[in-house]
């Protein structure tokens, strides 16, 4: 019996020496994997400085972001701000923007004097409203 509880013994100082190893090796890891990520040359605060070298949109969002409240008050920021959404959403500048078209009538086929919306000169009439005719309600008996 003295034999099983010597080799008891020895196990659990095994395991005991292997579990020391994992955790120095770990450690180890952690600390070279700490240390590269500090001397990476793409980290975040120098990637932004670069975008903001060559964009000079991205440096005034940056700023109005920045001013917090502020931001909606100034016209700069503003301008920033329709510039970035026009960007976005890949409209052409206004200068170069086709030019706003009239609406049609209501009744294409129809010739404007007969166009219940238009009115003389061709020209519709916006301030009033289009008529509709209700159906008519069966009678209550």
Known sequence: MARTEAGAMEGKIFARAIAIVFIAVALTVTAIEMSSRDDGPDAPATRDRSIASQDPLA????????????????????????????????????????????????????PASADPIRKEGGRADVTAPAMQVEPPRPEAR
Do not use: H, N, Y
Request: glycine share 10%; with cysteine; hydrophobic share 35%.
């Open 59 to 110: 440096a005034e969002l940056r700023r109005c972001s920045g001013i917090g409240e502020a931001g909606p008050r100034d016209p700069g920021c503003l301008k920033a701000w329709v510039e970035s959404r026009r960007r976005f959403l890949g409209q052409r500048d206004s200068a170069t923007a086709p030019a706003a078209v009239a609406p049609t009538t209501l009744f294409p086929d129809l």
